[in-house]
């Protein structure tokens, strides 16, 4: 796990918000602070959709977050900032297969509870936090390491500065 301090608020932002840069991830949950407080939960009520609308979902437990991203964006856009926010994020489980493949990491898929980029703003500080989640206990620290240099290289990519 590591904490990274993004420290162009603009740039972090737009990504997070207006652009389909993290698309690909999935919505845990958002919490949004501005005149109230905003929760959202990432889980897929699967009652409210058709069997076809469920086939569609790229996951059955959880919410694409380019399916939220314009909501959590139309509680924090206006004239003052949020107060706080954060929006947890998880890999999909076939990105999660995909990484673990193409860096041949000792870890089997059911062995792995989710890999998790979470951001957190408060008091005009944006950091971006790294999260490895295992069912099982392991010493090995190799997926741990991949996900913190995988979300390095995502912020790089994407040309958001960050400071250790």
Not at 45 to 56: A, G, I, N, V
Not at 104 to 119: D, S, T
């Given at each position: ?34 005149s109230n407080v905003?929760?959202?939960?990432g ?27 314009p ?9 003052k900032?949020?107060l ?27 062995e ?13 500080v ?12 392991s ?8 996900w ?17």
């Amino acid at each position: 796990m590591i904490g990274l301090r993004l420290p162009d608020l603009k740039t972090a932002t737009a990504h997070i918000f207006t652009r389909p840069s993290l698309d690909y991830f999935l919505l845990k949950e958002a919490v949004v602070v501005t005149s109230n407080v905003f929760t959202i939960d990432g889980a897929v009520k699967k009652d409210y959709f058709s069997k076809e609308e469920l086939e569609e979902l790229r996951d059955p437990e959880w919410m694409e977050w380019k399916l939220l991203r314009p909501v959590c964006f139309s509680l924090i856009k206006g004239k003052k900032l949020p107060l706080s926010f954060q929006i947890a994020l998880a890999l999909s489980r076939d990105n999660i297969d995909r990484l673990i493949r193409q860096n041949q990491v000792p870890f089997r898929m059911e062995e792995i509870g989710g890999l998790y980029l979470n951001f957190r703003y408060e008091k005009n500080v944006l950091t971006a936090i790294s999260a490895t989640s295992l069912k099982t206990f392991s010493m090995d620290k190799s997926l741990e390491q991949l996900w913190d240099d995988t979300v390095k290289k995502l912020l790089h990519q994407l040309e958001i500065p960050f400071e250790e």
